[in-house]
């Protein structure tokens, strides 16, 4: 054995060496880039499940408000009913951007999850939005009639929607809040990720 066999072998055993080490610093690279991907994910399911469970309190506290029995209406016109039926409207009108924001976040979360997660219940809730205006309606429609007892079942029934207590009774009341309760059953488990340390 000449020393340049012994040469030719430790350059053998270097480019090995090197050859190895190359493939050992792409592989924690492609982990780093995997682990890093996964992370940039799940981070922003979570602000997008946090963001969900936020607008759906948010929601739920724009149906009571809408709901709520209760309103600050001048002395003068406490015999109204236009008057009172359209300040409810205007309790309706207020959440538009609200709602707006709950869809637009309801169609990003379910594009980031790859599936309709929380679609269902948040078209429960804007047709429950819709029931409340056109129960406004209604009512403005009867008062205007003059003829209250003739629509006396059409006025059950929309008082039913426009104002609710929120007890067992409240059918209405109680099929809005199980629309929200489900939107943060949904959203929850993603919102509670915790990036690896």
Same mark, same amino acid.
């Given at each position: 054995?000449?020393?340049?066999?012994?040469?030719?072998?430790?350059?053998?055993?270097? $480019?090995?060496?090197?050859?190895?080490?190359?493939?050992?610093?792409?592989?924690?690279?492609?982990?780093? +880039? /995997?682990?890093?991907?996964?992370?940039?994910?799940?981070?922003?399911?979570? $602000?997008?499940?946090?963001?969900?469970?936020?607008?759906?309190?948010?929601?739920?506290?724009? !149906?009571?408000?809408? #709901?709520? *029995? !209760?309103?600050?209406? *001048? $002395?003068?016109?406490? #015999?109204? /009913?236009? !008057?009172? %039926?359209? =300040?409810?409207?205007?309790?309706?009108?207020?959440?538009?951007?609200?709602?707006?924001?709950?869809?637009?976040?309801?169609?990003?979360?379910?594009?980031?999850?790859? %599936?309709?997660?929380?679609?269902? %219940?948040?078209?429960?809730? !804007?047709?429950?939005?819709?029931?409340?205006?056109?129960?406004?309606?209604? +009512?403005?429609?009867?008062?205007?009639?003059?003829?209250?007892?003739? %629509?006396?079942?059409?006025? /059950?029934?929309?008082?039913?929607?426009?104002? @609710? #207590?929120?007890?067992? /009774?409240?059918?209405? @009341?109680? =099929?809005?809040?199980?629309?929200?309760?489900?939107? #943060?059953?949904?959203?929850?488990p993603f919102a509670s990720w915790q990036p690896r340390k």
């Open positions: 054995m000449t020393s340049s066999d012994v040469f030719e072998g430790i350059a053998s055993v270097a $480019q090995l060496g090197m050859v190895f080490a190359v493939g050992l610093g792409v592989a924690i690279a492609y982990w780093q +880039l /995997k682990a890093t991907r996964e992370a940039v994910s799940n981070t922003r399911r979570a $602000q997008l499940a946090e963001e969900m469970i936020v607008l759906a309190g948010r929601v739920e506290d724009a !149906f009571r408000h809408m #709901r709520n *029995p !209760f309103g600050s209406i *001048p $002395q003068d016109r406490l #015999r109204d /009913k236009k !008057f009172i %039926y359209e =300040k409810r409207y205007e309790r309706v009108s207020e959440s538009n951007e609200l709602f707006a924001s709950l869809r637009e976040t309801q169609i990003r979360m379910d594009a980031v999850l790859g %599936y309709d997660a929380t679609k269902d %219940y948040v078209i429960e809730l !804007f047709n429950a939005r819709s029931n409340i205006a056109m129960a406004i309606e209604e +009512l403005i429609d009867i008062e205007a009639s003059g003829n209250s007892e003739r %629509y006396a079942d059409a006025w /059950k029934n929309a008082h039913l929607v426009l104002y @609710g #207590r929120w007890s067992e /009774k409240d059918e209405f @009341g109680q =099929k809005l809040l199980k629309a929200t309760r489900r939107i #943060r059953e949904i959203a929850s």
